[in-house]
């Protein structure tokens, strides 16, 4: 799938427009008018709608990769040096402990 040119929509938009000008001028068949009208209306309302959702996904994306860093970077990495920190700690407990049980029963 490929985004929406501006330039193409415009010269798109404003081709039908020349052509409605033409036929009127010319005294073209009311029905290609109408419809060459109608097409210009219809991709016109469609170029907003899309402009809108490309919008409202930017800031989805943006917001999105924000907490993305908030989770990866404030939280995890944090927890995970803490408990990194603890888990040492308490393998030294651990070690200390063992050491000091067999020198105890003198094991």
Request: glycine share 6%; aromatic share 8%; hydrophobic share 35%.
């Amino acid at each position: 799938m490929q985004g929406i040119s501006d330039t193409r929509h415009r010269q798109l938009v404003d081709a039908l427009l020349q052509l409605e000008n033409v036929l009127n001028d010319r005294g073209g068949a009311p029905k290609d008018i109408e419809k060459a009208a109608d097409h210009r209306r219809q991709l016109i309302e469609m170029k907003a709608n899309y402009d809108h959702f490309v919008s409202q996904l930017a800031q989805q994306i943006d917001a999105y990769f924000a907490e993305y860093e908030k989770a990866k970077v404030k939280f995890l990495g944090v927890k995970s040096r803490e408990l990194k920190r603890q888990i040492a700690r308490e393998a030294r407990m651990f070690e200390l402990h063992r050491n000091n049980g067999y020198k105890g029963y003198g094991t």
